[in-house]
């Protein structure tokens, strides 16, 4: 047995330990699980493949479906049928992975070993939380961006939508966006009920849940409830043209949306805090 | 350093913890004893902020763990419970951890050539052994170089040769002034490593002295003598002033079938194997073992915790009790 050591602690950095450390530290643990990273290239390639060939479907049967509701509507907002898709299944695969980032450290008991190199507890999670949201803004952005060019030029014989059209690259770039927050917004509820299947059915209720709601929910104050819950005012930034009716711009529905992380976050920072691993 | 001040914890009724202070001191192994649920790991937790006391502190170097400037140059620290993610290799474990307090890459290959896991840092951990999953454990621990070490079961499966090489590390470590803290439910593997023994029961602290000491405490041995004429060799042994009772009959998992005979089997106190043998010969009275029995550790142990209720059912190891069969006639 060799003790003895190559050099000696003296040559090392004596600097304190900041939050770059532990945001570099989260992108090892990210990158360095491999479910984890096919889970992300899974995502960009299903998100694109499904917006394109959704829209070439409907493309190749425009003729038979002409009169009906679907070429109507894509015709109204080429856009929102462009990035609606591909971000509905998106939004699922980021809603899944942000709380599998952090239960499975609870589940793998890593999160001790995390818990003893960051005893700093509340920037364990803020540099979980942005290593995750900026590596989702990056993919979520080719996603977005990827998607609309292949959409709007399979599309083009029938509904031209281009980015210099009103609010198309707000769009394009919001649908980015809201999957880059749709990211903490998960890892913060992952952070708070702390097991994976009842983290995922608490994310994919308030996300898909109040897509229901918003059909039953019809004007007076419940209305603005409705329109004030996480997907339904994050799903704004996205969509090229307010709906009749909308209650909030795409920028105050974004605004309400981060506002919600942001929250979820600092109640998952001070439960983290308070309880034990 | 580590020092402990009226440290509880409380779950819910159970009180895991109870007013525990004790200090481990730098330069040697000290041992944390204590039965099963008698709150070593809980102690440990606390002391590295993991588990949060219902009362008092837990200081390492004179700051809790969490207001360390640099953790893990200060104490590296093995857990009882498995905490590395299965998909992740042995390597990116250790990167990540080092990353974490701006300790250099090399030095995660240097202790994962340490702990002799150069071979398989490559390997996800769900392809680690049990015994391999313990030494990346302890490579973490290792980690930053630290003053202390703390180390909940670390000979938890692995081989002799393992469990030699941690008891080896164990001594070098502290040689070279560090301290280093580990619990262990094996009470003679104890004997062997600690210079030092903190012994809780029930969350509270029942000794905090020497080994050397402890281990006195049970040196009033007895000698276990099997003979087809019992009667008669009593006579004899009481006439030499000896204390000679009928020998408790042994574990039923015992293997040595004639230890589990208890027909003519006494205990004798006060005079030792040669001179009972002695004797024996003298008076031609045939013996069939001749076992002296000093009070292993694991005595004074359960001595000391038999106060300490009902934890105290220990389950015997056969290997502890192989340091008082090793001398049989
Ligand atoms: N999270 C918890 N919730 C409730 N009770 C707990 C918890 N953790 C520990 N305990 C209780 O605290 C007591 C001490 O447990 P602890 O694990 O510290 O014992 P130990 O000395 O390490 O035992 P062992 O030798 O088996 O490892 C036990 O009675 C245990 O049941
Ligand atoms: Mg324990």
Redesign the interface.
Known sequence: MNLQLVETSEQWDDRRIGFGQVMLAEWTKIRSVRSTTWSLVAFVVASVALSAGLCALIVANWSAAQGGGEPARVLADPTDFILGNGTALGQLAVCVLGVILITSEYSTGTIRASLLAVPGRASLLLAKAFVFATILLVLAEVVAFASFLVGSAVLHSRAPVSLNDPGVTRAVIGAGLYLAVLGPFSLAIGAIVRHTAGAILVVVGLVFGSVVLDHLVSGGWEAYLVAALPQQAGSLIYQAHPHPGQLLSAWQGFGIFCGWTVVLLAVAAALLGRLDP | MIEVTGLTRRFGTITAVDRLSFSVAPGRVTGFLGPNGAGKSTTM?MI?????PTEGIATISGVP??E??????TVG?L?E?????????AY??L???A??????R?RVE?VL??VGLGDVAGR?AKGLSLGMGQRLGIA?AML??PEVLLLDEPVNGLDPEGVL?IR??MK??AG?GRTVFVSSHLMNEMAVTARHLVVIGRGRLLADCPTSELLARGSEGSVRVVSPDAARLAGILRSEGATVGTAAPEPPDTTDLGARDTTGALSVTGLGCAQIGRLAAAASIELHALHPRRLSLEDAFMELTADSGDLTTLPRHDDDRMTDRSCRA
């Open positions: 937790r590295l902020g993991l588990d949060r763990y969490a360390l400037e640099h953790p893990f140059r620290a857990l419970e498995r905490s590395v993610h299965p998909g992740r290799t990116d474990h990167l990540f951890l990353q974490a307090q701006r300790l250099p090399r240097e050539g340490l996800r973490a930053g170089d090489w080896n590390l070098e470590l070279e």
